[in-house]
């Protein structure tokens, strides 16, 4: 079973700098999908960016990017520029690519939280 | 507009009084699922659904039932709720494949 981890429980920003939040995962698949969400204090869950194993490139949102190392199992995710607006929890998130129920459940991270000081 | 909707978004109740927490999506998606959320813990698949009468077993699934009759709807059902099971809830869905999944708005479910 695929397992995702995110070693930071809370980070904090101080606003207009930048912050890199952690996930690595493990999996003996080749092809599958990785996600961030973000849950602001309303509970919704927000797809933040999106990243397909086969794809070499790491994906960029605006002011949010990715360092994808399929090597080393490793997704973090990169706000530049934060804004207060920012602050929330943010999942990391792994989807197979497989067909059945694992290629449409999604394995998440413990969740870190960060603050975003003014 | 697409969407899932969970009702209620709170709910307080007692150890043992059943209660059931509804799903409903207006996107025609095959696959449905719920997850608990708990603080380090993430989200946790508790049952999903394929499809139409089609109906397993996620990773935490003691504790809870599900029914799928018609494709928009989902229920999730507590028949015994115990504190253990006090937590956050989602609903998502997804067509077959998709790299999408559409949330509900969650259901904080406090059992005392």
């Known amino acids: 079973a695929q397992t995702v981890t995110q070693s930071q429980p809370e980070m904090s920003v101080q606003e207009a700098e930048t912050v890199t939040l952690s996930c690595t995962y493990d999996t003996s698949e080749s092809d599958y999908y990785l996600f961030w969400y973000k849950q602001p204090p309303s509970r919704q869950m927000i797809l933040v960016i999106r990243?397909?194993?086969?794809?070499?490139q790491n994906a960029t949102e605006n002011r949010f990017s990715v360092n994808f190392q399929k090597a080393a199992k490793s997704f973090s995710l990169k706000i530049s520029d934060s804004q207060l607006g920012d602050a929330a929890m943010y999942f990391c998130a792994y989807r197979s690519s497989t067909r059945g129920n694992a290629g449409n459940m999604l394995t998440f991270g413990g969740g870190t939280r960060l603050m975003v000081k003014p | 507009e697409a969407q899932v909707t969970q009702n209620p978004r709170y709910l307080i109740t007692v150890t043992g009084k059943k209660l059931t927490v509804t799903c409903s999506q207006n996107?025609?998606?095959?696959?449905m699922s719920w997850y608990r959320q708990d603080p380090g813990l993430g989200l946790r698949q508790i049952y999903y659904s394929m499809n139409v009468e089609v109906t397993d077993k996620g990773d935490v699934p003691e504790g809870y039932k599900v029914s799928r009759k018609e494709k928009r709807n989902f229920p999730l059902i507590l028949e015994s709720p115990s504190p253990n099971q006090t937590s956050l809830y989602f609903c998502?869905?997804?067509?077959?494949?998709?790299?999408?999944?559409?949330f509900g708005q969650g259901t904080r479910l406090t059992v005392v």
């Open positions: 990243q397909e194993a086969y794809k070499q």
């Open positions: 998502a869905s997804s067509t077959i494949m998709n790299t999408e999944a559409f």
């Open positions: 996107m025609n998606h095959e696959y």
